[in-house]
């Protein structure tokens, strides 16, 4: 990382599992640190891992209390410094709920950056008590960062968040560079899935489309990417008849990700639920014929037949269509990617995205002393 001066402001983003092992939100984060590495930054981004990897109930209080120890630490530096606490539902609220209540106790400036798929349905589920405690946290912090509009209801109506405090931000990721082109020998169209596997992901309907007998008998290959229960899937995929042509590799890193993309045709995410994808903006960069569900913010920017495919979550015989469309038309294939791209070039590019946030944080590290002192 270019040499920055040692009193420049920093942004610890706290991300349980840490960019490393922090799905998509680490990702994301990772995209950011990448761009301080390349002198795009002005801020210095650090990372604070608040769980450590996997779900360890022994090592995520240690990782939580030396997260609080950083921040006590910054403030008894009176260090300029901005946390930005990235959160979902589930475990991740408590985390963050602990981690907000001691940023207001020290009177340390946050903001928080809402990631989840389906945060209305989890604050549904909460007691009144933590409901109320989510709804301290959400109002204690500087600025709510949310992905798409539907979040953004949620954060001002179910939380009461004010307006002027919630900015939209959608996710971004970095230009990989043009596509290489396949020429025009015959070869196997490249089907490609990015994600945890499950149904939240729609694993189970994308296995039924690649058996179904609507897929062309030849001509294409599938490759699933990523953690979950990888024999279960793998036992269906023999149970299917699939063994020949889709594979499973299990969990992959940045670069092995990147790699499957650059060798892949089309990029397919039937999530039933989504922030914004990364896999599905990844897919865009990469000029890929992307094949998803309007589900989050992704039905806020994606056109079906014009810059992707869009099918009904767990529509396995829609998702097979658009498929096996895809797979037999390779100008569709080139025009959907080719729009994809355009699209990521035009609204989604990580120099734009950083400038962005960064702005947001500026203005926020001069509030701190205001913030409330309660917790």
């Known amino acids: ?43 210095r981004h650090v990372v604070v891992d608040t769980r450590g990897p996997g779900l360890s109930l022994l090592r995520s209080p240690a990782r939580l209390l030396q997260a609080m120890a950083v921040m006590a630490a910054d403030t008894l530096r ?3 410094v901005l946390h930005h606490l990235h959160i979902a539902g589930r475990g991740s609220t408590v985390r963050k709920l602990v981690l907000g209540a001691w940023a207001r106790r020290l009177r340390a400036p946050y903001v928080l950056h809402l990631h989840d798929y389906a945060y209305a349905d989890d604050l549904a589920r909460r007691p009144r008590w933590q409901l109320e405690a989510i709804r301290r946290l959400f109002l204690g912090a ?9 979040d953004r209801a949620t954060v001002r109506y ?9 900015a939209l931000l959608r996710n971004c990721v970095p230009d990989p560079g043009p596509r290489p082109p396949h020429g025009t020998d015959p070869q196997e169209v490249g089907i ?32 699933l990417a ?40 089309i990029l397919v995410l039937p999530s039933h639920a989504e922030g914004f994808a990364m896999a599905v903006l990844e897919g865009l960069a990469q000029g ?36 096996s469309r895809l797979v037999a038309d390779p100008a569709l294939r080139a ?41």
Not at 201 to 216: N, Q, S, T
Not at 228 to 243: D, K, Q, S, T, W
């Open 78 to 80: 009176g260090a300029p």
């Open 226 to 265: 990523g953690d979950g229960p990888v024999a279960h899937y793998r036992n269906e995929v023999a149970r299917l008849g699939l063994a020949g042509r889709v594979a499973l590799t299990g969990w992959v890193d940045a670069g092995r990700a990147a790699s499957l993309r650059e060798g892949s045709d």
């Open 1 to 43: 990382m270019p040499d920055m001066p040692s009193d420049a402001p920093v942004i610890r983003h706290y991300i349980a599992g840490g960019a490393e092992h922090g799905g998509g939100i680490g990702r994301l984060v990772g995209y950011v640190l990448s761009a301080g590495d390349a002198g795009d930054t002005s801020f």
């Open 288 to 323: 890929l014929a992307v094949v998803t569900t309007r589900v989050g913010a992704q039905g806020e920017v994606l056109v079906d037949g014009e810059n992707s495919l869009l099918v009904p979550p767990g529509d396995a015989r829609a998702l097979a269509g658009a498929l």
């Open 192 to 223: 490609l899935f990015l994600g945890q596997l499950g149904p939240r992901k729609g694993v189970p309907e994308l296995l039924a489309a690649l058996a179904d007998p609507a897929m062309p008998a030849e001509g294409w290959h599938a490759t």
């Open 158 to 166: 179910a939380l009461g968040v004010p307006p002027g405090r919630i």
């Open 335 to 375: 025009r959907l990617g080719a729009d994809g791209r355009e699209l990521f070039l035009s609204r989604f590019g990580m120099s734009g995205y950083v400038h962005a946030l960064e702005a947001l944080q500026a203005d926020h590290l001069q509030i701190g002393t205001a913030l409330p002192r309660s917790a």
């Open 142 to 150: 500087a600025r709510v960062i949310v992905l798409g509009e539907r």
